[in-house]
């Protein structure tokens, strides 16, 4: 159980076009979700959290206007990088928390398997 | 604001021997703590997970530790094979975000 999705998992661009990447979670619901780059050698960092039906929280220096965040449902979260530039090529990994209480079990993440964007 | 390290930043072994990698945080104020597995290009598997309640988990050739006093998780891994080598992030929970490791790359020579 617990399995995230993501689409698309490779994506190659020009510069200037939007892209949007897809998170869902398959067999359960999620009341937060998190967006996550990651450049090369390097560990993840927190973008964004979002949460079902409210603004996403952008974590500092993450460009609100730039990375647009829907979660539109239980279910479903997406990353729209608008106006992407060469820069913007990493490695986006989303992760879900499950619906529940405030148990330490409950705030387990469980993670997409990554999308490559390449902008050129 | 909690921070994670790893330490050794890489690790070469070779085929068959035990091997540690640690992690050490900040802030021992932690819901769980978790060991993920990464290859090159891909996503992140994970491992293992650790509630804060709990000192050691174990699947397999993995065992990992926990001691929440002192900031610290170790990652055991047994009789290490060539398809072990990744890169190894451990990740802590706080109240809201999961805080990441800097990440441990493991190379075990066949």
């Known amino acids: 159980g617990a399995v995230v999705s993501q689409h698309p998992s490779r994506v190659i661009c020009k510069s200037g076009t939007s892209v949007k990447i897809e998170c869902r979670s398959l067999?359960?619901?999620?009341?937060?979700m998190f967006w996550y780059r990651q450049f090369p050698k390097q560990s993840l960092m927190l973008m964004a959290t979002?949460?079902?039906?409210?603004?996403?929280?952008?974590e500092q220096g993450v460009e609100k206007d730039k990375f647009l965040i829907n979660h539109a449902s239980l279910t479903l979260s997406t990353l729209t990088v608008t106006s992407a530039h060469p820069e913007d090529s990493s490695f986006y990994i989303c992760?879900?928390?499950?619906?529940?209480?405030?148990?330490?079990?409950?705030?387990?993440?469980?993670f997409g398997p990554g999308t490559r964007l390449l902008v050129l | 604001k909690q921070e994670v390290t790893q330490i050794p930043a890489a690790l070469s072994v070779p085929e068959g021997e035990n091997l540690v990698l640690n992690c050490s945080f900040t802030d021992s104020a932690i819901y769980n703590l978790q060991w993920f597995r990464q290859d090159p290009g891909k996503g992140l598997t994970s491992l293992l997970l650790?509630?804060?309640?709990?000192r050691e988990q174990t699947s397999g050739r993995l065992n990992a530790s926990l001691d929440k006093s002192s900031g610290r998780s170790t990652l055991y891994i047994a009789a290490s094979q060539p398809g072990d080598s990744a890169t190894y992030l451990c990740a802590v929970q706080g109240a809201n975000n999961l805080f990441f490791g800097t990440g441990t790359r493991l190379t075990v020579i066949p």
């Open positions: 650790i509630q804060s309640s709990q």
């Open positions: 979002s949460n079902e039906g409210s603004k996403a929280t952008y």
């Open positions: 992760s879900a928390r499950v619906l529940g209480g405030a148990s330490g079990s409950s705030r387990t993440q469980y």
């Open positions: 067999d359960f619901q999620a009341t937060t």
